[in-house]
């Protein structure tokens, strides 16, 4: 049974999210798909999880890495710290 685990490491300016697991990892052909940015028929991605990660994370300015091995991957997700004074506060005004 793969269990995982999820931390948090802040830096000047930026979070880095760490989602680790010790299951079968990611198949290469997943990750090289998002390296290309690009999908073709013959080559594709099995779902749209790790896109919809890879999508929000760079539009949000961020960065997604991953490691990945024969016992387990880590993803590494980098954002902005955000001002905890805006915790809570309406950005969009109904």
Request: glycine share 14%; no cysteine; proline share 6%.
């Amino acid at each position: 049974r793969p269990r995982g685990t999820v931390s948090a490491t802040p830096d000047e300016g930026t979070v880095a999210l760490h989602v680790a697991d010790d299951g079968p990892g990611i198949a290469d052909e997943e990750l090289e798909v998002l390296d290309e940015r690009e999908e073709r028929p013959l080559k594709h991605g099995s779902g749209v999880g790790l896109w919809l990660v890879d999508w929000v994370v760079d539009r949000s300015g961020g960065s997604v890495e991953f490691d990945t091995g024969e016992e387990g991957t880590t993803v590494t997700v980098r954002v902005a710290r955000g001002d905890p004074a805006d915790v809570g506060r309406e950005e969009f005004p109904r």
